[in-house]
């Protein structure tokens, strides 16, 4: 700058005065002035401004400058501020002489260049540096006038301010900031001075404060003025050269909540001044914006480095954005940053410093004290924090937490503390996680804290509710990196020692006031590792009394102390290892064992190593944490093997010194301790050695009022009413009669049902030894005790109430003490009551058995006979005689049974006890008999004969039913057989087969009689009272499956001893047979020997299987899991030996019983042909005409259909043999080409995908259906659909797993179909047909006369000529049926009387026509059920038809062919029959020959099978078959049709010249003469070989027939 030295400041002033002139804003002329103060004196607007310059003493700076720009504010701007106001209004408020403040803000409207270019035609921003040098504080006053020119220093590094001008609008702006906005608008124009120009702004520019004062008027500054600490606005305020780079709001947002909370914190101010210096730079100059280069590092207070770069307009800062720089201050620069400019790393947040934040600040000052500071202060080792808040401690004060400093202190904080990242969503119900808190309790092991977490939320729920040991969560968990924070509700306490743990527990004070009773208590209460299993209070009481006051007794401490220590297990289990471990054995510190059992439903059920049987205890895994290890609770109380309850301390228990001493003095000592009895003492000869013992015991008050002297003097009566109070009971390892998981029974010497009866050991000498439990029924678990059917003594001796009770642990764990409150007397009736029952029972059985069979012979001698309809005449009459036969099957089988249950009971009584013993039990057969003898007498080898008695009748009758049946389904499975006589291994196959339903009746009575037979055994006393109380007891025990235990191991015993056992008796008595007799010719001593042989042959292999069966239905449930099981259980633990064990007894009873079967079977049923014998004989001599057999029954057997076939002229021949005349129409009829157009194959055809597919599927098997020229209809399509249908349906039925009958084949498929296709011709169903007369003669056999007198057949479908078109050939008086009717030779030939009559013979039906007239049928259909295997009984059957209309067209003269169908199981069969004439050599002059072919296909096709099969679940064989039923109906309306009328007008001409004769063609009248007397006798007295077999009959003249005879009747 240059200075006018040179010129007085007087002279420029004047010279100003002189000459400057007021120009106004708008004019456009310049005004040309020597210096400023001439522009500024020369403008009336800055006359304020004038004065405040001469008062500041910048009069000579203005002078003196050159080149020079000042914004200079107008009167109006310095009358709005208030300092420069006041500086005018009062100058005797000035506070120095110069007024150093408001000469620095005129300063900073002054910059010492000239801005020539006006601010309004700027394009862009421009920067100016004012003359303002701002420092921290201002000079003082001086007596030497002020610098003309400020001097360059300043806390902006000695720069001076800036200022920024602009344009907006097209207006000028001064003062605007980085982005030109805000400042103050140039008023007026700019004035030229020789030294500078002047520009007039609305208001004065005010001077840039410092950086304090700055941050808090930017409003995106908030958040840090939030946090901004007293330390760091000290050092913002007065640090020179400061440029900082403050993040927005925004940037503090993306912090974590939690963060942000402690940085808000009182906690924090360290941790800000570190942030606040990552942000700030200090260097020697300020780095305003315009001093960034492309690549700029700066160095902040805190020591780390920031990259800034300016690329494109944008700069960033260490990767945040500068959204807005340059914000001047009086010390430094302040620029807006996007985020915070933080290094990774460099402040690390503590988990302490978030705890402090949260209010925690109490726990953290406890966890100082105690020097646990490293837990909260790691931030790389991942913790769970259990924290209570300020205001939870609050709460417990001083008094309610441990010492300062303290170990339980620190031992309490440690247990809040959990290793590992725990979030909700870890967490689950029942989780015990383990904490940083170590117990020497737990070998140093971590002590683990309880989580409980409600279910019921999801897991992922913000609130699920979580408990920590009790302590529920406070408000919402945190996480902070890798530690997680819950607030909980109260601080946690560490786990005691188990007693003082398990004390508020009241449901255990029981247990815990026992334990504390010994000398124990201490020891446990400090063992290290240890879980307790502590048992519930009503534990002691389902213990029973009796035991417990024993374990409580003083004198029983070492018992009791034994049994806590039982409870103890040696080691931690927490519930998770008891429930989902594998390991099932835990050793407790009374070194003993306890098991764990695993049930379906999830319970854990604990077994003792002591105890008594089945003693059990179900297990609640609680996780009571204790500073030792962990308490469970019990169901019940567990008694170890050391601890030994005898008989005698249970008495003892009781105070029953009375008893005890009748005990003793009646020798039965060794009952008391619960040993054996002594070596040859009879108790020990009586077996009953293994036994254990219930001992009714009257309490002392019970014997007031006896003479107890006189009661111990006499031995005998002593011993008799001890014995009455001892009840023999069952040791653990047979079937017990209780549920041993019943705790609520288990600790009952016996199950003290409601009648529940049990012998004693007075029972074997006495009737009346037993005794019964009974409940009151008005108390509640109360029970009286008596004397089995005692009567007549008032109740005085012979009843008493239970008190108490109490299970012992010797003898096996069965057996105890039950004490009543009155002695038992033993009961001796008067005779009277003795021997009535008896003779009563006796009486009425007799009575019974009277009854019945006179009932039988009175419903035998009702004539039961019903006048029917000569059709089904004989379907009747052979019902009736089945049934009849099956009555007297069923009984004979009874009386059979019933013999071989007398006869072999012994034996197999004998077989069981052998094969179910344990080992050495038995030396052999005889000694099982001996010793059964011995103790039940002759009675106890028929114990258990009941269920075989109650159950022989149903099992012979189903098991003869069941043979039979078989061998007629192998029959029906083997249809090209030549012999109806079936092979030795085809016998022993249906015997197989007859086994599996006889199972469903011989299982439960094989189990129950298995039961009964082996109860008694080893010593112990009967458990079932009879067979009903054996199946009430294995319903209870297990429902149907436990009664039907077995049944496999039965199959695999009876099913192939059956199949021997048949075939054995057909081998046998197939020898014995003679030559010419039939079987029923043999004596009674070869059916006995072939029964007996067959019994042998049976039980030869079924030994074996017979063992594994008895085992498994007599052994405890769980015992085996199966057939297999048993095997290897029995071959491990007996040898493969054991297989064959009854093997001597069984072959014993083999013969005997076999053979006694058979001779009461052949015994009952003569009698009872006896009985009916007279009314027999009345009918046969009324009747000489046996049965006819039905024509199902002719067609399903091949002897009786080649009988009627060949007396019927009836021949196959091949279809090469039709004749000519025939083959047109046969070729018609089957000709099913080019009936579908191919255009249905293309893609344009509209139709259904499935119905495309269907089509489709049916050209590429028969192509030869599709033609070009075959024109597409309506009509047409509508059948294919209709048979589409059909075929879907087919599928269907398929594809289902359900088993379709023959209706529902009819129903769903084939009648869809068929009776579509007929349209013209008339479709009739189950329409009966009249059989034709046979033409040969047949020899006096008994079956053939049966076969022949058949008069009927009813096929399912026949197709007829419509009466539409028969009506001319019948109605007319000219017609030919008038002519025929009324011929002389018609009429001579039958009459009405005989059904012989023309009117008869004009139709093949057997129900004549409304109107008389003929009927022509030309095919007939059968329909066969889909498990028919012999589709040659449907042709047979169906063959049946069609020859009766052919001969009915023959005899009217009708040359003419006739179809027939056959349908089964989606499956269709055709045949063609017509009649031919041979010459015969019988009576007949010629033979009418009906020839049959069966359809093997087009000719030309070369094929092997006699028949060709449409398949209908084939697409082109369902259509084939449609249109052949459409050929069938258009050939019967027309060509058959057309034979038919041309037939008849022939015969009539050929009968008026006499060319031929009419024969009658129907069957009629009866064809045998009267039966011979051995005819008779031979049908009536049917052998009873014939229930079991059929091919002991002789050979022809005898038909082969499957089924038995029956006696014939009208």
């Known amino acids: 700058m240059r200075l006018w030295g040179c010129i007085p400041l007087t002279l420029l002033a004047l010279v100003a005065l002189s000459t400057t002139t007021q120009v106004a804003w708008n004019s456009d002329a310049t005004i040309q002035s020597q210096t400023l103060v001439d522009v500024l004196s020369n403008d009336e607007d800055y006359t304020s401004l004038l004065s405040l310059l001469q008062k500041a003493k910048l009069i000579p700076t203005l002078n003196k400058l050159n080149g020079s720009t000042l914004f200079a504010p107008t009167n109006d701007a310095i009358n709005r501020h208030d300092l420069w106001r006041s500086a005018l209004e009062y100058p005797n408020l000035l506070k120095d002489n110069v007024q150093e403040e408001l000469r620095q803000q005129l300063f900073y409207h002054l910059v010492n260049y000239s801005v020539t270019e006006d601010p309004k035609d700027l394009t862009t921003l421009r920067v100016l540096d004012?003359?303002?040098?701002?420092?921290?504080?201002?000079?003082?006053?001086?007596?030497?006038?002020?610098?003309?020119?400020?001097?360059?220093?300043?806390?902006?590094?000695?720069?001076?301010?800036?200022?920024?001008?602009?344009?907006?609008?097209?207006?000028?702006?001064?003062g605007v900031d980085a982005f030109g906005q805000g400042g103050i608008e140039v008023k007026k124009q700019k004035a030229e001075a020789a030294n500078g120009v002047v520009y007039g702004i609305a208001h004065v520019l005010d001077v840039p404060l410092h950086l304090g004062r700055v941050l808090s008027h930017e409003p995106s500054l908030s958040y840090f003025q939030k946090v901004l600490t007293p330390s760091m606005l000290n050092a913002i305020n007065f640090t020179s050269e400061l440029t900082l780079f403050i993040p927005v709001d925004s940037a503090w947002e993306a912090l974590d909540p939690i963060e942000r909370l402690y940085l808000e914190s009182q906690f924090a101010a360290d941790d800000l001044l570190r942030i606040f210096n990552m942000h700030a730079v200090v260097e020697k100059s300020v780095r305003w914006s315009d001093t960034f280069d492309s690549a700029t590092t700066l160095t902040t207070e805190y020591g780390s480095e920031l990259e800034v770069v300016v690329s494109e307009g944008k700069t960033t800062v260490s990767g945040a954005t500068l959204s807005q720089p340059d914000i001047y201050a009086s010390n430094g620069v302040l620029h807006l940053v996007s985020s915070l400019l933080v290094p990774p790393g460099a402040l690390q947040l503590t988990p302490e410093k978030y705890l402090l934040a949260?209010?925690?600040?109490?726990?953290?000052?406890?966890?100082?004290?105690?020097?646990?500071?490293?837990?909260?202060?790691?931030?790389?080792?991942?913790?769970?924090?259990?924290?209570?808040?300020?205001?939870?401690?609050?709460?417990?004060?001083?008094?309610?937490?441990?010492?300062?400093?303290?170990?339980?202190?620190?031992?309490?904080?440690?247990?809040?503390?959990?290793?590992?990242?725990?979030?909700?969503?870890?967490?689950?119900?029942?989780?015990?996680?383990?904490?940083?808190?170590?117990?020497?309790?737990?070998?140093?092991?971590?002590?683990?804290?309880?989580?409980?977490?409600?279910?019921?939320?999801?897991?992922?729920?913000?609130?699920?509710?979580?408990?920590?040991?009790?302590?529920?969560?406070?408000?919402?968990?945190?996480?902070?990196?890798?530690?997680?924070?819950?607030?909980?509700?109260?601080?946690?306490?560490?786990?005691?020692?188990p007693l003082q743990t398990a004390l508020p527990s009241l449901e255990l004070s029981s247990f815990l006031a026992a334990v504390f009773s010994t000398s124990i208590a201490e020891d446990i209460k400090k063992t290290p590792r240890a879980t307790f299993l502590i048992p519930h209070n009503a534990a002691f009481k389902r213990l029973g009394k009796l035991v417990s006051d024993h374990l409580l007794a003083a004198s029983s401490k070492t018992d009791l102390e034994r049994v806590i220590r039982h409870h103890i297990i040696d080691g931690i289990e927490y519930s998770q290892s008891l429930v989902n471990g594998s390991v099932r054995t835990f050793a407790t510190l009374e070194t003993s064992d306890l098991q764990l059992e695993h049930l379906p439903n999830l319970s854990v059920i604990v077994s003792p190593s002591g105890g008594w049987a089945g003693m059990k205890s179900a297990l609640y895994p609680t996780n009571m944490l204790t500073e030792t290890g962990v308490i469970h609770e019990l169901s019940d109380l567990m008694i170890p093997r050391s601890v030994e309850l005898n008989v005698g301390k249970l008495m003892k228990a009781a105070k029953a010194t009375t008893m005890i001493n009748m005990v003793t003095k009646a020798?039965?000592?060794?009952?008391?301790?619960?040993?054996?009895?002594?070596?040859?003492?009879?108790?020990?000869?009586?077996?009953?050695?293994?036994?254990?013992?219930?001992?009714?015991?009257?309490?002392?008050?019970?014997?007031?009022?006896?003479?107890?002297?006189?009661?111990?003097?006499?031995?005998?009566?002593?011993?008799?009413?001890?014995?009455?109070?001892?009840?023999?009971?069952?040791?653990?390892?047979?079937?017990?009669?209780?549920?041993?998981?019943?705790?609520?029974?288990?600790?009952?010497?016996?199950?003290?049902?409601?009648?529940?009866?049990?012998?004693?050991?007075?029972?074997?000498?006495?009737?009346?030894?037993?005794?019964?439990?009974?409940?009151?029924?008005?108390?509640?678990?109360?029970?009286?005790?008596?004397?089995?059917?005692?009567?007549?003594?008032?109740?005085?001796?012979?009843?008493?109430?239970?008190?108490?009770?109490?299970?012992?642990?010797?003898?096996?764990?069965?057996?105890?003490?039950?004490?009543?409150?009155?002695?038992?007397?033993?009961?001796?009736?008067?005779?009277?009551?003795?021997?009535?029952?008896?003779f009563f029972v006796g009486a009425l059985g007799v009575g019974l058995i009277g009854l019945f069979f006179y009932t039988v012979r009175t419903v035998w001698k009702r004539d039961v006979t019903e006048a029917t309809y000569e059709p089904i005449a004989p379907a009747a009459e052979e019902a009736k005689n089945s049934a009849i036969d099956n009555v007297k099957s069923f009984i004979?089988?009874?009386?059979?049974?019933?013999?071989?249950?007398?006869?072999?009971?012994?034996?197999?009584?004998?077989?069981?006890?052998?094969?179910?013993?344990?080992?050495?039990?038995?030396?052999?057969?005889?000694?099982?008999?001996?010793?059964?003898?011995?103790?039940?007498?002759?009675?106890?080898?028929?114990?258990?004969?009941v269920p075989p008695l109650l159950g022989v009748t149903p099992i012979f009758a189903v098991s003869f039913w069941a043979y039979d049946a078989s061998k007629n389904l192998i029959l029906a499975f083997t249809p090209n057989r030549t012999s109806e006589k079936l092979s030795t291994a085809e016998l022993a196959a249906a015997g197989f087969l007859s086994a599996v339903p006889t199972t469903l009746i011989t299982a439960p009575v094989e189990r129950a009689k298995v039961l009964l037979q082996v109860q008694g055994q080893g010593g112990s006393g009967p458990q079932y009272k009879g067979v009903f109380d054996v199946m009430k007891h294995l319903y209870r025990e297990g429902g149907i499956r436990s009664i039907f235990r077995g049944t496999g191991a039965t199959i695999a015993r009876d099913g192939p001893g059956s199949a021997v056992y048949f075939a054995a008796y057909e081998v046998t008595k197939k020898a014995l047979t003679p030559a010419g007799p039939s079987a029923g010719d043999l004596n009674l001593g070869a059916i006995m020997f072939a029964g007996g042989t067959a019994g042998v042959a049976m039980w030869s292999i079924a030994i074996p299987p017979d063992v594994l069966k008895s085992r498994i239905q007599s052994a405890p449930s769980g015992t085996y899991s199966g057939l297999f099981d048993c095997f290897r259980k029995t071959v491990a633990r007996d040898g493969i030996t054991a297989l064959w064990k009854g093997l001597g007894p069984a072959m014993a009873r083999a013969f005997p019983a076999n053979a006694a079967t058979f001779l009461g079977v052949e015994a009952s049923r003569k009698f009872m042909d006896v009985l009916v014998m007279s009314d027999s004989k009345k009918k046969y001599k009324s009747s000489s005409q046996p049965r006819a057999v039905s024509a199902s029954e002719i067609a399903r057997n091949l002897g009786n259909f080649e009988t009627w076939s060949s007396h019927q002229c009836c021949e196959q021949v091949s279809l090469s043999d039709l004749p000519s005349e025939f083959q047109?129409?046969?070729?018609?009829?089957?000709?099913?080409?080019?009936?579908?157009?191919?255009?249905?194959?293309?893609?344009?055809?509209?139709?259904?995908?499935?119905?495309?597919?269907?089509?489709?599927?049916?050209?590429?098997?028969?192509?030869?259906?599709?033609?070009?020229?075959?024109?597409?209809?309506?009509?047409?399509?509508?059948?294919?659909?209709?048979?589409?249908?059909?075929?879907?349906?087919?599928?269907?039925?398929?594809?289902?797993?359900?088993?379709?009958?023959?209706?529902?084949?009819?129903?769903?498929?084939?009648?869809?179909?068929?009776?579509?296709?007929?349209?013209?011709?008339?479709?009739?169903?189950?329409?009966?047909?009249?059989?034709?007369?046979?033409?040969?003669?047949?020899?006096?056999?008994?079956?053939?006369?049966?076969?022949?007198?058949?008069?009927?057949?009813?096929?399912?479908?026949?197709?007829?000529?419509?009466?539409?078109?028969?009506?001319?050939?019948?109605?007319?008086?000219?017609?030919?049926?008038?002519?025929?009717?009324?011929?002389?030779?018609?009429?001579?030939?039958?009459?009405?009387?005989?059904?012989?009559?023309?009117?008869?013979?004009?139709?093949?039906?057997?129900?004549?026509?409304?109107?008389?007239?003929?009927?022509?049928?030309?095919?007939?259909?059968?329909?066969?059920?889909?498990?028919?295997?012999?589709?040659?009984?449907?042709?047979?059957?169906?063959?049946?038809?069609?020859?009766?209309?052919?001969?009915?067209l023959h005899s009217l003269g009708i040359h003419a062919p006739v179809t027939g169908l056959i349908w089964a199981d989606g499956v269709v069969r055709a045949h063609i029959d017509w009649c031919e004439e041979s010459e015969g050599k019988t009576v007949f002059m010629a033979l009418q020959v009906m020839m049959s072919a069966p359809y093997c296909g087009p000719r030309g096709r070369s094929s092997n099978d006699v028949f060709h099969e449409w398949k209908l679940d084939r697409p082109s064989d369902i259509l084939q078959v449609y249109f052949l039923v459409r050929n069938i109906d258009e050939w019967t309306t027309g060509k058959f049709s057309e034979y038919t009328v041309r037939g008849v007008n022939q015969m009539v001409e050929k009968l008026s010249s006499s060319e031929r004769t009419y024969k009658p063609w129907k069957r009629i009248g009866d064809l045998a003469p009267p039966l011979k007397t051995n005819a008779l006798k031979e049908n009536h007295n049917i052998s009873v070989t014939t229930v079991v077999t059929s091919d002991a009959s002789p050979s022809p003249p005898k038909p082969k027939s499957r089924r038995r005879r029956r006696r014939s009747s009208n």
């Open 892 to 945: 004979a089988g009874g009386f059979g049974g019933v013999s071989a249950v007398l006869v072999g009971h012994p034996f197999d009584l004998t077989k069981t006890r052998l094969q179910t013993a344990a080992p050495g039990a038995y030396t052999g057969a005889i000694d099982v008999v001996r010793k059964t003898l011995a103790r039940d007498g002759v009675t106890g080898l028929y114990r258990g004969m």
């Open 358 to 497: 949260l209010n925690c600040t109490l726990f953290i000052s406890l966890i100082h004290s105690v020097n646990l500071t490293h837990l909260i202060n790691d931030t790389e080792t991942q913790y769970t924090i259990l924290a209570p808040k300020d205001d939870v401690l609050s709460v417990f004060g001083n008094d309610g937490l441990p010492k300062q400093g303290s170990d339980e202190l620190k031992r309490m904080l440690q247990y809040h503390f959990l290793p590992g990242k725990w979030t909700p969503k870890k967490l689950a119900d029942g989780m015990l996680l383990e904490s940083v808190l170590q117990e020497p309790g737990l070998g140093n092991g971590s002590q683990v804290i309880h989580v409980e977490v409600n279910d019921d939320e999801k897991q992922d729920a913000p609130s699920r509710h979580i408990r920590f040991g009790g302590a529920g969560i406070v408000g919402e968990h945190l996480v902070i990196n890798n530690t997680v924070v819950y607030f909980i509700s109260s601080p946690l306490e560490p786990p005691v020692d």
């Open 130 to 174: 004012t003359l303002h040098f701002p420092k921290f504080s201002l000079d003082s006053p001086a007596n030497k006038p002020p610098p003309w020119m400020p001097i360059p220093e300043s806390t902006l590094g000695n720069k001076s301010q800036k200022l920024r001008i602009t344009s907006r609008d097209g207006v000028g702006w001064v």
């Open 1224 to 1448: 047109e129409d046969v070729d018609n009829l089957f000709g099913t080409t080019k009936r579908i157009p191919r255009s249905w194959l293309d893609r344009s055809f509209d139709c259904s995908p499935g119905f495309a597919k269907f089509i489709a599927d049916a050209s590429r098997t028969a192509p030869e259906l599709f033609s070009v020229d075959q024109s597409a209809s309506n009509e047409l399509f509508e059948d294919v659909c209709v048979v589409f249908s059909a075929w879907k349906r087919l599928a269907q039925m398929r594809s289902s797993k359900e088993k379709w009958s023959e209706a529902d084949f009819v129903a769903n498929v084939y009648n869809v179909f068929r009776t579509s296709g007929i349209r013209e011709s008339t479709f009739r169903v189950q329409c009966a047909i009249s059989l034709p007369q046979p033409q040969d003669t047949f020899q006096n056999a008994f079956d053939v006369p049966r076969v022949l007198n058949t008069k009927t057949v009813i096929p399912d479908c026949a197709i007829f000529i419509p009466a539409s078109r028969t009506r001319p050939l019948s109605h007319s008086a000219k017609s030919p049926y008038k002519l025929l009717k009324n011929h002389p030779a018609v009429v001579k030939a039958g009459n009405a009387a005989k059904r012989s009559s023309f009117r008869y013979q004009s139709t093949p039906c057997a129900q004549l026509p409304d109107m008389p007239g003929f009927e022509f049928a030309s095919s007939f259909w059968e329909d066969k059920k889909p498990v028919h295997a012999l589709l040659d009984d449907a042709y047979r059957q169906n063959r049946m038809s069609t020859t009766a209309a052919v001969r009915h």
């Open 667 to 838: 020798g039965f000592d060794w009952i008391l301790n619960g040993t054996a009895p002594p070596e040859g003492s009879e108790w020990a000869d009586q077996g009953l050695g293994g036994a254990s013992w219930t001992v009714l015991c009257p309490t002392d008050d019970a014997f007031k009022n006896d003479n107890l002297t006189q009661l111990l003097e006499n031995i005998d009566v002593l011993r008799a009413i001890v014995s009455q109070h001892l009840i023999r009971t069952s040791s653990a390892g047979e079937s017990g009669s209780f549920n041993v998981f019943d705790v609520l029974n288990n600790n009952r010497p016996l199950p003290l049902e409601d009648l529940g009866e049990y012998p004693t050991l007075l029972s074997p000498s006495s009737a009346y030894g037993d005794i019964v439990f009974r409940a009151l029924d008005d108390k509640v678990s109360q029970y009286m005790v008596g004397i089995k059917n005692a009567r007549g003594t008032d109740k005085q001796a012979d009843w008493a109430r239970v008190l108490t009770w109490g299970r012992a642990t010797t003898g096996g764990g069965t057996g105890g003490v039950i004490t009543i409150d009155r002695m038992l007397v033993p009961y001796h009736p008067p005779w009277w009551i003795e021997y009535f029952a008896p």
